[in-house]
């Protein structure tokens, strides 16, 4: 099983900008379509965007998101990563990455998650 290690998060204002990335080991992310997930605290983990092995799909979770974050991969650095631009409070919460579940199962061992902290 693959290793994951985001990185990233922090603490910012409502409108701030923060760019997370997610460098996997142990595995190529070249051979999964990845996707970044968000918990917030008592809430379900979500999948927040996903990008094909290629590059060439990209989906997400929301006219929110779609219109604030955008997915990136580097297969040739083995990381994915996540610009999130125009943070909004409700974007708080703890981001990880991982395969895209509509593949059918988890590729990678849960990384520890970098936590996004979105202040009003």
């Known amino acids: 099983q693959g290793q994951l290690d985001e990185s990233g998060g922090g603490l910012v204002q409502a409108g701030g900008s923060l760019r997370l990335s997610c460098a996997a080991s142990g595995r190529n992310i070249s051979d999964y379509n990845m996707a970044w997930y968000r918990q917030a605290p008592g809430k379900e983990r979500e999948i927040v965007a996903s990008i094909s092995w290629s590059g060439a799909n990209i989906n997400y979770a929301t006219y929110s998101v779609k219109h604030r974050f955008t997915i990136i991969r580097d297969n040739d650095k083995n990381t994915l990563y996540l610009q999130m631009n125009s943070l909004e409070p409700e974007d708080t919460a703890m981001y990880y990455c991982?395969?895209?579940?509509?593949?059918?199962?988890?590729?990678?061992?849960w990384g520890p998650g970098t936590q996004v902290t979105v202040s009003s």
């Open positions: 991982n395969t895209d579940h509509h593949s059918g199962a988890y590729y990678f061992n």
